[in-house]
């Protein structure tokens, strides 16, 4: 096998370099050749965007300890995931092509925005990501790194040496690593704003993946109403259950909904190498939210209000999709997003059943559509017939002006 990466490197043997750290196949080689062949010392760091338990987060600390890292640090950043990303998601509405919940692309940025600050923490000379030259992550670790930690160098082995998962697994047992090779038939990335599936079935534009592939299975039947409160755009209690922090209202709710199968979809999109890709996902609650939060907000904003939302919005979740979280513009939109959602409280009914769900209608003394202004389509109690003559013939006047003088032109 190869040893040497493809990029020069002033490193030494010594060196102290951070790498974000999952405990999978490529992250355990870099542990094992970045100590053993290569000499650096190695401080692994993992951040749990909501994708790991307890139980699995002490064993992925165990297992860095047994590759040979220096150091292991858990960050735990799954409220912070939710303050700066998630709530803008839910603010916009934003569902990339109309489909995807952003679920990987968004944490992938808090990740490497952890990274970044504990290698500026360690003062590490490198700070190391296992992403392969395939894909997206790479550019999101790659940009990230390059404006937060100037002048540290950025490794990636599995990419520079083109490795195969087959030549990282002879690597890693001529190194006498005991852990778990069997390649799954599908790859799963939890964490709080939905997990991705990919498989067989996604390499291709034509499958779906088939029911045992979905990491949440369906166990339950019938139907069942929730209430989502919200307070200011954000999730605060599910029915009569209120959560300290929106990210538990979150997690409260993929337990109620994931078991109805809900969220389930296949994402076709542009990749921000060029390429086309597909991907399975679940997202159960970042789905029911995001449509509830939708539908209320439908009744509390105004027109341009909402029609400005969706154009920012669009542009907020493609620009975060590419990684650009740390362009200012992202700040500036921010700030309009927040300030859009001072009257986006109140209560949303929503029904669940089996792969389905339907917002059942909204309570909110925001309301804009009140009784007291007229009823749509029946009555109104606001405005009288002739008030209505005279706005329609001033409403259409520049139009009626113009179309009266290219017909005298003729």
């Excluded at 599995?158 to 890693?172: G, N, Q």
């Excluded at 669940?352 to 009784?371: A, C, N, T, W």
Aim: proline share 2%; glycine share 10%.
């Amino acid at each position: 096998m190869k040893t040497e990466t493809a990029s020069n490197t002033t490193l030494q043997k010594g060196d102290q370099v951070v790498l974000g750290f999952s405990g999978g196949l490529d992250t355990s080689f870099c542990v094992k050749y970045l100590t053993e062949d290569k000499g650096y010392e190695v401080h692994s760091v993992i951040v749990n965007t909501g994708g790991f338990s307890e139980e699995e987060l002490a064993q992925v600390e165990k297992h860095a300890y047994a590759l040979g890292v220096k150091t292991h640090t858990t960050v735990n950043a799954v409220k912070s995931y939710y303050d700066s990303i998630i709530k803008y998601l839910i603010y916009g509405n934003v569902l990339k092509n109309n489909t995807y919940p952003l679920s990987v692309s968004a944490e992938r940025l808090s990740q490497a925005l952890h990274i970044a600050e504990h290698t500026k923490k360690l003062n590490a000379k490198a700070v190391v990501h296992g992403s392969t030259g395939a894909g997206n992550d790479q550019v999101r670790f790659d940009m990230i790194f390059n404006i937060m930690i100037p002048g540290v160098e950025i490794i990636t082995p599995i990419r520079d040496m083109k490795l195969s998962r087959e030549a990282e697994i002879e690597y890693l047992k001529g190194k006498g690593v005991a852990m778990n090779f069997e390649k799954a038939a599908y790859s799963i990335n939890k964490g709080l704003w939905g997990t991705s599936v990919g498989g067989k079935e996604t390499l291709q534009s034509k499958g779906i993946l088939p029911e045992s592939a979905w990491p949440t299975q369906v166990t339950k039947t019938g139907e069942e109403e929730v209430k989502l409160h919200f307070e200011k755009g954000e999730l605060t209690a599910v029915n009569d259950t209120k959560f300290d922090h929106p990210s538990q209202a979150i997690q409260y709710l993929q337990t109620t909904a994931g078991s109805y199968g809900l969220g389930r979809d296949i994402h076709v999109g542009d990749t921000i190498i060029g390429i086309k890709g597909r991907v399975g996902f679940e997202a159960a609650a970042p789905m029911v939210i995001l449509k509830a939060h939708h539908a209320l907000e439908k009744h509390v904003l105004t027109k341009w209000q909402l029609g400005w939302k969706d154009q920012l919005a669009q542009f907020y979740g493609n620009w975060l999709h590419e990684g650009q979280i740390l362009d200012p513009v992202m700040r500036d939109i921010e700030s309009y997003l927040q300030s859009s959602q001072a009257h986006v409280t109140g209560d949303v009914f929503v029904q669940l059943l089996p792969y389905r769900f339907q917002v059942i209608g909204i309570e909110s003394k925001y309301d804009l559509m009140s009784s007291k202004f007229g009823k749509y389509g029946e009555m109104n109690s606001g405005w009288t017939g002739d008030d209505v003559r005279g706005f329609s013939k001033i409403f259409g006047n520049q139009t009626g002006i113009y179309h009266h003088i290219a017909e005298s032109n003729k």
